[in-house]
């Protein structure tokens, strides 16, 4: 069977390292583009992710069998409509439904429109009149907090909290006036009422008719220990019972989950493959944050490691709308994920530094090391080749045991500039 991954990150890494983990037997795997740790998996193909024709192609060529999206962009940009155009088989998001990602403003009508609790909110087409929103009072006086949104894809650098009206013109100029995310992502801007609780991150999996849960995980976004500084792409993520309890889960599933998949039918977008829903658990009960029409990265790395069912299986399951026909369990441990990141992550990292005792540390039994940007050269040394580098991955018995496995690994890599937070799992995680 051939399998085609697309992406060229930790998530990706993880998502071939637990599809190689398949009973089936002769599993191909192909990459596009890939990373130097998936090379070691997969065959990596120099085509990018959001080149869809290209990728189109090579999968009828190969007699590619199912083909797995890792990011967000090839989904918003109809890469799933595309291959099965074509009768290739592929599992995602199509287009329709990965508005949910693609457009907040989408995302937020579609909640209004289906009842899901999220956080106040009003759209606007310009800096104008998002400053005028601003200035009517309906989100608080000057002193208030208030987020505002791009609207489109903008590498997670799109949402602004800003912590008093001041702020926000600032940020609504920055993103509408100056393009700090491109034109087109902030043509229109969503501000939203700023909510205070933990955030949780649940992640399903889904065929058009049924789901199924994964572990619930907190991700830690600033880049620096005790949330402080910048937000990044994630700096490390934990699963455990506790990020939602049993009551919460339950709330979450009757208020959120269900209602979001049968909006999705209602409005004629069937929601197949991996849905990612960010919430924040404020007193009043939990709210949407966001939709992401995929995995996270590193999310995946953390929740992967507790996959006892054939990845395999369960993707293609979600293509011919099979799930409720197959297993899918996970361990019940606890894991985390430790980021090791470039100097200069997340504004400007610096690649091309040597990495040493990379494979040291890949002897150690209780861990994975998902490689998220990183280079191997002929002569076999590893040389960082992107802002976030490496994601020391593991899973035990409590999450203690296994952030212990994480951090005794990282013990063992260094390279000039690297970066990570001691603190995963110890805090709420922002
Ligand atoms: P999003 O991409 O919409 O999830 O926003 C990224 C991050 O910004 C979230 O994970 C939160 O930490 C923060 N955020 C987004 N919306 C809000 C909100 N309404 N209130 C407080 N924080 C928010
Ligand atoms: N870690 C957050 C994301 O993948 O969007």
Request: aromatic letters at 6%; charged letters at 25%; one cysteine or more.
């Given at each position: ?9 930790g ?25 130097g ?65 693609s ?42 907090s ?27 100029k ?67 019972d ?5 009551e ?69 399951a979600?293509?011919r ?42 002897t ?16 076999g ?16 018995e ?33």
């Open positions: 069977m051939n399998i085609l991954v697309i992406g060229s990150g998530r990706e890494h993880a998502i071939a390292w637990s599809l190689a983990k398949s009973a089936r037997p002769d599993v191909r795997l192909f990459c596009a583009p890939g990373n740790g998936i090379a070691q998996l997969a065959e990596c193909i120099a085509i990018e992710a959001t080149d869809t024709h290209a990728l189109a192609r090579f999968a009828g060529e190969k007699r590619i069998d199912l083909t797995i999206v890792g990011g967000e962009a090839p989904l918003a940009a109809g890469i799933v409509d595309l291959f099965e155009s074509r009768g290739l088989a592929i599992t995602g998001a199509g287009q329709s439904a990965a508005r949910l990602e457009s907040k403003a989408f995302a937020k009508d579609f909640m209004a429109r289906h009842g899901i609790p999220t956080a106040r909110y009003r759209i606007a087409a310009s800096a104008e009149e998002a400053i005028g929103i601003l200035r009517s009072g309906e989100f608080g006086d000057e002193n208030a208030v987020v505002v949104k791009a609207d489109g894809l903008a590498g997670g650098k799109g949402v602004v909290v800003a912590p008093s009206r001041t702020q926000a013109e600032a940020a609504i920055d993103l509408m006036i100056e393009g700090s995310v491109g034109a087109e992502a902030a043509r229109r801007v969503v501000i939203e009422e700023t909510l205070v609780g933990r955030e949780a991150s649940l992640l399903l999996f889904a065929d058009g008719k049924d789901y199924s849960l994964m572990p619930t995980a907190r991700d830690h976004k600033r880049i620096g220990e005790n949330d402080t500084g910048p937000n990044t792409g994630g700096m490390g993520v934990v699963t455990e506790g990020v939602l309890d049993e919460t889960l339950r709330h979450v599933v009757r208020e959120i989950v269900e209602p979001t998949l049968e909006g999705a039918r209602l409005d004629g977008f069937e929601f197949r493959g991996v849905l990612f829903i960010g919430l924040m658990l404020t007193t009043d009960g939990a709210r949407v944050l966001e939709y992401n029409v995929r995995f996270g990265d590193p999310e995946t790395q953390a929740i992967l490691v507790r996959l006892q069912s054939d990845l395999i299986d369960i993707f293609e979600t293509t709308g099979t799930l409720s026909q197959i297993p899918v369990r996970w361990s019940d441990e606890a894991s985390a994920c430790v980021v090791l990141a470039a100097r200069g992550y997340p504004a400007r990292p610096e690649t091309g530094a040597h990495i040493e005792g990379l494979d040291r540390a890949a150690h039994k209780d861990v994975q090391i998902f490689h998220a940007g990183t280079k191997r050269t002929a002569e040394v590893w040389l960082t080749a992107g802002g976030r580098v490496l994601g020391v991955t593991a899973s035990a409590t999450l203690d045991h296994a952030l212990q496995h994480c951090y005794n690994a990282v013990k063992e890599i260094h390279w000039d500039g690297m970066q990570y937070r001691r603190d995963i799992g110890k805090n709420s995680g922002q």
